[in-house]
């Protein structure tokens, strides 16, 4: 299995290209200053100790201060290279050094991989060297104004470029037997010297063996151009006009067997007059019409080949001219040879022909075909002009009974945009004459074998179609980009559309894989039926396909490849496509959002557009919404994503978008590292204070509190309620509500100050009647502070209301912590049916809440309902308790363990009680709960554990809950003190 050279650990520097370097497998922001990311570069390719005043003349003018400059420099290096815990610049007094130990530089890899004899080195190792070539050695550090740094950058450029043709050349000499494969070679080798004719020649060579006939044309008109006709003739470009198909050069045929075995049983029966095979570029029409020529030549069938080019559609009888060249003249009669002139010599156009009158051209032409029973072949016919066509209607008509017969290849929907070849086909049709084959895509066996990989991948992007499969097979897999070959072909057939129906094409590339009528109507501002005609011409030429036509639904249609929608895309310049995005996320924040699905769509376009602050809202809103459908992984993916915009965006907006962003991950997911979390939050916090953005500080001061409840802070947590009441007294009369709900929350959560909270609840409900606001935290918190004084009825009547908040507001988490506090008062009151029931639906939300501690919390909730009701039921207790211990939520431990130890006493099971008693214990005096320190102290006095009872009438002096005041009352019948 290849691995990805930038997985590797240790410092990545790319030198080929644009200087870049990552670690960890992110970039690392390079320094602004040319000079310095030359520096670099020079210490990693040179890899030795350099003079400090070697540098300083190197990159620096005799006017600046150059060892200052160094300095600067290298401190601005440093942030660069000495990362991941590794100092590697090494800098003394004197001396100045890059250490590569550690250090992956793509030139120096690529030098090491082909060593010093590249023709010998194995073809997959060169293959693996030449996707490293990113481009030019250091492209934009030329430094002109520096003449010894950029005599050094010239020579190594020249050294690099030379074992970059070196490579290219072994493999193309290696490649020469499959014409497919070795044409990538010789493109490379002609971009990297366009001057180099014998380059340009073997790239014509190889595009005449592939059957790109086309684009040798085009190829050797720029040839010509570049370097003028002599040159050419001299290296024999005379024979790329020579017979089109050199023989064995074909690869071997994948698939078609269906397809040919028709073509086979036409011309056993007799074969209709005329032979057309249809299908969309690349799908392999060349190929498999090779095919058809190879068979008929093996049984002693003689056959003539043209192909109409795109490039002369004004060029009369191209196509016929192409193929009468292979025409033997031998034995003509002199008097139709004379007649036809005009397609036996290029140099003579039809139209100077003498006055015989192209009908006694059209006899000649079928007399001279009939004499010989030939199969014509005509490629790419949807480009014949009126006069090819014209002589292949009349010569079909004249010599159907003479043994001639016409080959055709063309584009289904471009023979639409030919009117004068579409009106033929329809004649031939209507008179039966005609025998069509349509080619479909390769299967994905079918596209494996071609590629010679069982990469489902390259099926998905090319959808079968054999040139984008083998193109897609070639490139660097790394790369990211659209292989070269596709974009020709895919700008090729987009130039040849018309204005709107290419404008329509990128707008439908821009709006993504699939998109819907609705949408691109928007984007083109255009009519209804002006739309319907552009969608017709995209399905009719087999770039767009119908996905649905619900009549409820705007139809919704998909690029026929992905590969074709990406090369459209990569067409567009940056600021075009900037302009584009912006365009559909305005167009989609206008539309009515009935489900919420559309603010990731707004958040995608927003984001390409530059507009992050738009961006970063709809990652919050996506996100909320993916937490409402119980997808906490979802949420989480968003609101990183959404963070990764809010360093772009300007202050307030920043600090505030970051908080809101933040308390959405914290609710999907447990931070990986609280300690990082934590800090990050508190900067915010401070920064929102500082800007006066009171109920964003106040959230940001509760999502600290709920990570240090979580891993058992309870002196943290105090302080923090307190900077919550603060902060929420300095806003709205909302505010107020919210923030003395959270701060109270935090207190009764640790059991700390209950009177304040139990004042801070009655100042929040107060305002809450007074000005309508309902809040989640508020009834919660007074719920449970009715349990806590051992009045359940009145805590169920809260938790109720709590619930209903939660639920009405989509807040999963709050369902599910509204939800645990009812199976607690279930538990008290021994209703264990109702409490299983719940537990049921809190495993349900707890498996798509939230990744922490809530799945397993809810799973040991389950077990110890079932522990409670009847025996052996202690594997599966013990087991979920297992799972808690590893989530790290000690408080949630702490309460399984307690309820156990309580359960197994009553029934007499003193050694289960006791084990799970000193665990609890643990827990309890490690987060500093007194209710739960109290309970387990009892439980172990029940037993009688001495140091236990005498540490429970210390526990409870404290403020505990009634629940543990009965617990420890059941010790020897004693009464003890709250």
């Not at 001299?234 to 698939?255: E, Q, T």
């Not at 095979?277 to 799908?283: M, N």
């Amino acid at each position: 299995m290849r691995v990805d050279p930038g997985s590797r650990p240790g410092l990545h520097l790319r030198l080929l290209g644009e200087l870049e370097a990552s670690a960890s497998g992110a970039r690392l922001a390079l320094p602004p200053s040319k000079k310095t990311r030359a520096l670099l570069a020079y210490l990693a390719l040179t890899g030795r100790a350099h003079r400090r005043e070697r540098l300083s003349d190197l990159l620096w003018d005799v006017t600046d201060d150059r060892r200052a400059a160094l300095r600067w420099s290298l401190t601005k290096l440093r942030d660069v290279v000495d990362v991941e815990g590794r100092e590697r610049l090494r800098a003394d007094r004197e001396h100045v050094s890059l250490d590569l130990s550690d250090v992956h530089v793509d030139v120096l890899e690529v030098r090491e991989m082909v060593g010093s004899d590249v023709e010998s080195a194995p073809t997959p190792v060169l293959e693996r060297a030449l996707e490293r070539f990113g481009g030019e050695l250091l492209e934009g550090l030329d430094l002109d104004d520096f003449p010894v740094f950029h005599a050094w950058c010239v020579a190594e450029r020249s050294d690099v470029r030379q074992l970059r043709a070196r490579i290219l050349t072994t493999l193309l000499e290696r490649a020469r037997g499959n014409p497919q494969r070795a044409l990538p070679y010789a493109r490379d080798l002609v971009q990297l010297d366009p001057s180099d004719a014998a380059a340009r020649a073997r790239l014509q060579e190889l595009l005449h063996a592939s059957g790109r006939y086309r684009e040798a044309e085009a190829q050797s008109r720029t040839d010509r151009r570049l370097l003028g006709a002599p040159a050419l003739e001299a290296l024999g470009d005379a024979r790329i006009s020579s017979s089109p198909r050199a023989p064995g050069s074909l690869a071997p045929l994948v698939g078609r067997r269906a397809e040919l075995a028709s073509v086979r049983a036409a011309i056993e029966a007799g074969a209709p007059p005329v032979l057309v095979l249809l299908g969309e570029p690349g799908i392999g029409k060349s190929r498999l019409c090779a095919e058809i020529v190879r068979e008929l030549r093996d049984r002693g069938a003689p056959v003539l080949e043209g192909r109409a080019l795109e490039v002369h559609p004004g060029w009369p009888f191209g196509a016929w001219i192409d193929a009468f060249r292979a025409l033997d003249t031998s034995g003509l009669d002199p008097v139709l040879a004379t007649t036809l002139a005009p397609l036996l010599t290029p140099a003579v156009a039809p139209d100077e022909a003498p006055a015989q009158g192209r009908e006694r051209l059209f006899h000649a032409a079928s007399e001279a075909l009939a004499s010989r029973g030939v199969w014509v072949v005509l490629e790419d016919a949807h480009w014949l002009d009126e006069s090819s066509i014209a002589l292949a209607h009349h010569v079909v008509h004249a010599c159907a009974q003479r043994g001639v017969r016409l080959l055709l290849t063309a584009r289904e929907g471009e023979l639409a945009d030919n009117p004068f070849v579409s009106r033929v086909l329809r004649a031939l049709r209507k008179a039966d004459l005609v025998h069509e084959i349509q080619l479909a895509p390769l299967g994905r066996d079918e596209t494996a074998q071609l590629v010679g990989s069982d990469a489902d991948d390259l099926y998905e992007q090319s959808g079968g179609n054999p040139l984008f499969a083998l193109e897609l097979a070639r490139a660097p897999r790394t790369s990211g980009t659209v292989p070269r070959s596709i974009t020709r072909v895919v700008r090729d057939r987009l130039d040849a559309l018309s204005a709107e129906t290419g404008d329509a094409l990128r707008w439908a590339a821009v709006l993504g894989a699939s998109f819907d009528l609705v949408m691109l109507e928007g984007a083109l501002a255009v009519s209804e039926d002006a739309l319907v005609g552009t969608i017709e011409e995209l399905e009719r030429h087999g770039w767009v396909l119908a996905v649905t036509s619900d009549v409820e639904r705007a139809p919704v249609y998909r690029f026929a490849h992905e590969i074709v929608r990406r090369a459209v895309y990569d067409a567009l310049s940056e600021p075009r496509r900037r302009l584009m995005h912006g365009k559909v996320a305005r167009l989609v924040a206008a539309r009515p959002d009935v489900d919420g699905s559309a603010v990731s769509t707004i958040a995608h376009h927003a984001a390409l557009a530059g507009d992050f602050a738009l961006a970063a809202r709809a990652c919050r809103d996506a996100g909320e919404r993916s937490m409402r459908l119980h997808a906490a992984a979802d949420a989480f993916a968003l609101a990183r994503r959404g963070l990764s915009y809010v360093d772009k965006l300007a202050d307030p907006e920043r600090t505030t978008r970051a908080i809101d962003l933040l308390y959405l991950a914290l609710r999907a997911r447990r931070p990986d590292d609280r300690g990082e979390a934590i800090a990050k939050l508190a900067e915010l916090t401070e920064r929102a204070l500082d800007l006066g953005a009171h109920d964003h500080a106040r959230i940001g001061f509760y999502l600290r509190a709920f990570l240090e409840w979580e891993d058992g802070e309870a002196g943290d947590v105090r302080s923090l309620s307190d900077a919550i009441e603060r902060t929420s007294r300095l806003g709205s009369a909302r505010e107020r509500v919210l923030g003395f709900g959270d701060a109270a929350h935090c207190l009764v959560s640790i059991e700390r100050d209950l009177p304040r909270a139990e004042a801070l609840i009655l100042e929040a409900e107060a305002i809450a009647a007074r000005e309508h606001v309902e809040s989640f935290a508020v009834s919660l918190t007074r719920a449970m502070l009715r349990a806590h004084k051992g009045d359940l009825d009145a805590a169920e009547e809260h938790l109720e209301r709590a619930l209903e908040i939660a639920r009405r507001t989509g807040d999963r988490l709050q369902e599910y912590v509204a939800l645990e506090r009812q199976i607690d008062v279930d538990l008290q009151r021994g209703a264990l049916d109702r409490a299983r029931g719940r537990a049921e639906r809190l495993i349900a939300l707890g498996e798509r809440t939230r990744e922490g501690s809530e799945r397993p919390h809810a799973r040991a909730l389950r077990a110890l309902i079932e522990h409670a009701t009847e025996r052996g039921h202690e594997a599966a207790l013990d087991e979920a308790i297992a799972a808690l211990i590893a989530a790290d939520s000690k408080r949630r431990c702490a309460y399984v363990l307690v309820r156990a130890a309580e359960i197994e006493l009553d029934r007499g099971e003193h050694d289960t009680a006791r084990r799970h008693a000193l665990d609890a214990l643990d827990f309890a005096r490690r987060i500093d709960a007194p209710s739960d320190i109290a309970g387990a102290l009892a439980a172990l006095a029940r037993i009688g554990d001495h140091d236990a009872l005498g540490a429970l009438r210390d526990a409870t002096s404290r403020v505990i809950s009634e629940r543990a005041r009965r617990a420890a009352a059941k010790v020897g019948g004693t009464t003890w003190s709250a």
